[in-house]
């Protein structure tokens, strides 16, 4: 049978029937590295819930993991390899890469070419990346996305512990008396850590739990206090604390004397932030301070959970460790319910750290500038040669590419188009490279337009192997489906390449003999030199591999079972095998406000969307939450610039624009403002928030700061605003796109929705639809004033809606999927649509539950008549009751909604 294949016969196929009807897997997205079971019936995955018994999360799910399922169709699948977007088999692909990348090493050098990975990777897949780019190419030249994530709390844990370990469990976070949580919206960004905290809380509602954060995030429902401080001063906040504690008897000084180094100096360094000054830094209530110092030093345990909003800085390394200092000046540390706990971003960033995955480590966390390490990975290996040196880190590498100095990259599973600071540079880059292979599950998006070659990767569902999320805990991702059309996993790939490139060293025929082999490099002469040791199941079989529950590393014959608590005993990884504490001057954003960029732009994630939405993009229900990349801006700031909800802003930086949509928010401190990450191309024409971003980066450990961009911002108008209601083909969508001025893309439960508008007026809108949408049916419109209706009926049911105005039209989501829904439509129905007039009953407005499908003014409602808390809400209208990520909006809609108590006066003073 030929290789190729027609994708228009493809369905998904899914695992022999002989398999168990239940597959544990793990979620593919954050680092909380959430259990799922997935039901399988007849051949198909037709179920998931949380694993109660996943350690991670007992059953819980967010509404991003609830909703996997939902994300799996073959929709914009990538399933055949192309060439220069010819199908090809994979013999031809892959002799065809090797080939290219061994002419070009050869005529320039093993630098000439690079890899850049992902952290949706497995932990196999990364594991084979490495040891083929480090171990026989011979070059440094691998990096991950993880750069972008939390490369500067690997930099800080490294410096500070010898190697990078997370000293921390899940369980610590509810064992606190104190949390505080810095440079995170763990109520959005890791809902179910989130949800694990809030139960801990209503269990011992002693704990105090602190928010640190430019913005009044939702996390901040369940905050006794917050700091919002000035965006980037997160350093000075914690040297305060080091002097506090100093001040008022917070140090732990046996534990300093014993088991770590450097205090004095890094004492000395954090001398000259009194309460006072660090207030006037962080632009924050000096009493407001003082009351979390004191909490601080006087609480016995505390944990500092932190994550982008540290990471993501010009001066990261230095935040993350000021966060560490403070933790081993107070002995709050390598204790139950104490140490500075960084949450990764992806599913497997730590998996990508353990084997080697950052262009400045080598593997098993040894060190790539080590000859030792570097001898000992080579003999491990038996590979030719060894990278001797660091390879070129995310944004360095694109920098590089676009000087020509790297001429080849493979991009492996991930987006760098949408996800790099300064995308025109990025473009650029790409545009000139001699070779862009790109490995994706995904047929299109931004990184996938510059493809030399296309090779089509297993997605979740399919991918089969292992992943390590934040706590150290090591997961199986099995496959609950077989490989769609002939997409291959990752490693496959990655082998496949390298034996065509002719290197030994690749002889894996199951997932299963990778891991194997990984896992004895980490214990290769470990001699407890490193935590990383996983020699306890460096043994297992293909079926032991298979049963492998969750377990926490290191795994060795001191801890069978695996490990909760490393560094109890004080003993570091360092020479001295002492903790470095390390001085820090706090150092503000590099990407500064002036007179022609004034606003501090601030970035992050959605509650329901993941990444750059290539997955949670295709889900209704997930979409619905929030339709557009709005940002987020102060009310005197909206005020000033003249606009309101929904009205548009241009926002220009000095490396591109992007237009979108405003959301008026007092959370905001005033001149500063916020957009989400996850919009690209696929979904906005104008909504990627990286184009609006310097590369600027951490010296040490090379993240970007996407924290802290210099924006303008202007009100923008177009002429005509147009709502389009189901396109179904390719080219209707390419003609609307091609005839807009700007352009968004919703995914609803009929189809996709567009808005688009326009600098000229449409002058005869029905023709443009009809033009646009190339359907024949019966066509109806009404006109009044500058507003257009229109409708295409085929049959009597519903195939195309319009409404044109000169403003938005706004429209019920909820009502428009109830008349797409209906076979054929009453008469009064369709002039009901012509009208622009929805029935009552779907004036639901924002939808906040996505579960369950709850709007916002039916959530109001119920709250101004009696359902003043969550659990109220819950019983009258489901809302919160599955997946809980909505709770936090319904806390706050209740504050905000319901009526204040009628003071009742007990004492009337007579006068
Ligand atoms: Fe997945 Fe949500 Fe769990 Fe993260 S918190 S792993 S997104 S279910």
Redesign the pocket.
Known sequence: MSELMSTSSLSLPVSQTDEPSLIQS?????????G?DIGVADGKATSLI?SADHP??YG???????N?LNTIDLTNRLLVPEIAGEQVSWSQATDYVAQQFNDIIKKHGKNAVAFYVSGQLLTEDYYLANKLMKGYIGSGNIDTNSRLCMSSAVSAYKRAFGEDVVPCTYQDLEQTDLLLLTGSNAAW?????YQRIERAKKINPAMKVVVIDPRKTATCEIADSLIQLKPGTDAAFFNGLLNYLNDHDGLDTDYITKFTEGFQQTLKEAKSWSVDAVAEYCQVNSQELVVVYQLFCQSKKAVTFYSMGINQSSSGVDKCQSIINCHLASGKMAKVGCGPFSITGQ?NAMGGREVGGLANQLAAHMDIDNPLHQEKVQRFWQSPTIATEQGTKAVEMFDKIATGEIKAVWIMATNPMVSLPDRAKIAAAMKQCQLVVVSDCVEENDTLAFADVKLPATPWLEKNGTVT?SERRISRQRNAAMPAGLAKHDWQIIRDVAQAMDFDGFDFEDVSDVFKEYSQLTSFENNGERLLDLSGLSQLTAQQYQQLAPIQWPVNNEFPQGCARVYADGKFNTDSSKAQFYPVTPQLPIQRTDAEYPFVLNSGRMRDQ?HTMTRTGKASKLSAHTDKPYLYLHPSDANKLSVQDDDMLSITASTGQAITHVKVDNKQRAGECFMPIHWNKSFASHGNVSALYQGVVDPISGQAECKQGAVQLTKKSFKQYVSVHRLTSESEVNELKASADFWLKNTTAYGEAYQAAFDEPIVDVMFWCQQTSGLSGEWLTFQQDQQSYIVCLQAGKLCYLAYSSNAWPKIEPSWLEHVFSVSSLEFATVQSLLLGIASEEFNQGKQVCSCFAVGEKTINQAITQGCTSVEKLGEKLQCGTK?G?CKPELASLINQYKTAPIAVITDLAVG
């Open positions: 793990t979620c593919a997205y954050c680092g909380v590295g959430c799922v949380g991670a999360n819980r799910l967010c509404v991003k993991g609830s996997l960004t890791h809902p179910v850590l599913p999320n993941w997946c990520s």
